[in-house]
């Protein structure tokens, strides 16, 4: 159980509270307990006795030891159970909160997207207290795309399934091997649903006990090698497994990852050998099967590299793929260059974020918790900034094989400003600027914010350039062919942002990028250990951008990372 994890319970409970239409005092007290945890530097395991913190009473300190405890929360559950289904599923249109989705509720009976929809255009919402003409219009607007928007679901949410997914199948013994297909395996920024294929000679076996430990609401399909289920969860995604013998199991994979477009270029090339590609192998002119060891074994069969996933959309790949081993792997990267401990808003701290950082096999790092204009994050004044010194070089110190540098995620503040003096960014091995408040200034603004850290010789790095949240916000809109330029001009690093709500740059921007020869970090953005596996999903997220090692600072040396800041 992470602090994070503790947190997030916490202000999961207000919301439910507040769509329950509870007493404020009582939301608050949830509210006031997360932001009592998320003040406090130390991590959960560093806490002796929670109910010593200011801000954490007996009731908010009872769910704490609960999750500690069971990993869960009895309170969050039976919320979960007296709220009406559909009001949690309301939380996702922008400009409706608990609040106001409570009122809703009792006074109009709305408990549905579509229920919503008539109640604002007979003109009821209207007429509520609290909701203006035109909050109704913009409602309205919402909830155009809303339908079509939750037919998929993010590659946040399906990262988190698959996570929990691997864990169960990893622990059936009679699975001889399995991976995740489809688009997600191809790292789309959204997916339909979760496939799996599963290599066993007892199906019937895998199927039980993965029906038996597997978290879901419905069965949707259970055949004795398809099982389809809806996973638990609001809003949650299906998952299909699959499940074939280990002689298919390469066919059945690259079958059953596509994308359909790259399928039937493979087909085609099969096609003029005389030959015939299906799931269950290559079908040879004298009507016999082919089977092969792994999916690479596969593409070698047709003259072809193995062709990673993410760049199978069914053109490039064919066409560039000697590039492909050019391209940045999980096992090129170095570095991570930005993160957040207790300091700031994070769940562990320096020494416990160095040591994860060591075992992943990296050879140095920069912690950069936020500046202090994110009170809400309890960014660092200078001051705190200096007292972080202290720890940082004590881990140094103990660990004279890695190096643990000393960074920010400094604000671009709305006025245009920096949120730290040229002296304290000096002081600093590497300087991120971010933007984090005013999204919705005009363009020009937004421009002039990031030019002035751009231009200042100080900042290394622009963090999560655009803002999206993939399927949430667009973002603050900037003009990426001006801020390439500038970074082109100015020597700095643009950040290919790994957490998967951000993804950020994305594709299309990563690719305007490289072409400018301006270099890019690949960043988890962790604020807890466990987000250090955003790594992953990130360097495969820039091999769709065909994103050359060598362009990515953090696959290169200690030495080459810090002449290339000294020299910027
Ligand atoms: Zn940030
Ligand atoms: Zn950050």
Same mark, same amino acid.
């Given at each position: ?32 307990? +997360? ?8 991590? %959960? @395991? ?120 691997? +864990? ?8 001889? $091997? ?18 799996? %294929?599963?290599?066993?000679?007892? !199906? ?14 419905? %069965? ?7 099982? *389809? ?54 079908? =040879? ?22 062709? !990673? ?5 069914? /053109? ?8 492909? !081993? ?33 075992? $992943? ?24 900034? @200096? ?39 000096? *002081? ?11 999204? *919705? ?9 990031? /030019? ?31 801020? %390439? ?22 594709? @299309? ?16 953005? +962790? ?15 820039? =091999?769709? +951008? ?23």
């Amino acid at each position: 159980m992470n602090k994070k994890k503790i947190i997030n319970t916490l202000e999961t409970i207000a919301t439910y509270l507040e769509l329950k239409g509870e007493n404020p005092f009582k939301i608050s007290a949830f509210r006031k307990a +997360a932001a009592a945890l998320e003040n406090d530097p130390r991590s %959960i @395991e560093e806490i002796e006795d929670v109910t010593k913190i200011k801000g954490i009473g007996k009731g908010t300190a009872a769910v704490i030891h609960d999750l500690l405890e069971t990993g869960e929360s009895s309170d969050l559950t039976s919320l979960k159970e007296e709220v009406p289904a559909g009001l949690p599923l309301l939380l996702k249109i922008p400009g409706l909160g608990g609040k106001k989705i409570a009122k809703l509720y009792q006074e109009l009976g709305v408990d549905s997207a579509d229920s919503l929809k008539a109640a604002c255009e007979s003109g009821k919402v209207g007429e509520l207290a609290g909701f203006g003409k035109k909050t109704v219009e913009k409602l309205l607007k919402e909830l155009e795309t809303f339908g079509q928007r939750s037919e998929r679901h993010p590659i946040w949410q399906l990262e988190e399934n698959v996570k929990e997914i691997n +864990a169960v199948l990893e622990a059936i013994e009679e699975i001889e $091997r399995f991976s995740v297909a489809g688009s997600f395996r191809r790292v789309a920024e959204t997916s339909k649903d979760i496939d799996f %294929i599963i290599a066993s000679a007892q !199906p019937l076996v895998v199927k039980d006990k993965l029906l038996a430990a597997l978290s879901y609401t419905e %069965i949707v399909a259970a055949g004795d090698t398809k099982i *389809s289920v809806i996973l638990a969860g609001d809003d949650a995604a299906n998952a299909d497994f699959r499940i074939v013998t280990d002689a298919e199991y390469p066919t059945a994979l690259h079958h059953f990852t596509g994308s359909k477009e790259h399928n039937v270029r493979m087909r085609q090339i099969a096609k003029e050998r005389d030959e015939k590609i299906s799931e269950y192998g290559v079908e =040879q002119p004298d009507g016999s099967v082919l089977t092969f060891e792994t999916e690479k074994a596969f593409f070698n069969h047709f003259d072809l590299p193995f062709i !990673p996933p993410t760049l199978r959309a069914g /053109h490039t790949e064919f066409e560039r793929h000697a590039d492909i !081993p050019h391209l940045v792997t999980l096992a090129d990267i170095r570095s991570d260059l930005h993160m957040h401990t207790t300091w700031s808003d994070g769940a562990h701290t320096v020494r416990e974020m160095g040591e994860a950082l060591i075992e $992943r096999g990296y050879d140095y790092a920069v912690i950069t918790d936020h500046s202090h204009y994110l009170k809400v994050a309890n960014g660092l004044t200078p001051e705190r900034l @200096e007292q972080q010194k202290e720890e940082i070089y004590a881990f140094n110190h103990a660990h004279p094989e890695f190096h643990l540098l000393r960074g920010t995620e400094m604000d671009i503040l709305p006025d245009g400003s920096l949120d730290f003096s040229d002296d304290v960014m000096s *002081s600093l091995d590497f300087v991120i600027a971010s933007i984090h408040s005013s999204f *919705s200034q005009p363009q020009e603004q937004i421009m002039e914010r990031l /030019h002035t850290a751009l231009k200042n010789p100080h900042v290394d790095m622009i963090a999560h350039p655009t803002g999206r949240v993939i399927h949430q916000r667009d973002g603050y809109n900037p003009d990426m062919a001006q801020l %390439i330029a500038w970074a082109k001009e100015y020597g700095k690093i643009l950040e290919l942002n790994a957490n998967p709500y951000r993804l950020d740059l994305c594709v @299309e921007h990563l690719e305007m990028a490289a072409k400018a020869g301006v270099p890019v970090a690949i960043n988890t953005d +962790a604020h807890a250990i466990e987000q250090l596996r955003y790594m992953d999903i990130g360097t495969k997220y820039a =091999q769709k +951008a065909w994103l050359y090692k060598d362009m990515i600072v953090n696959t290169w040396s200690f030495e080459k990372f810090m002449d290339f800041l000294n020299n910027k």
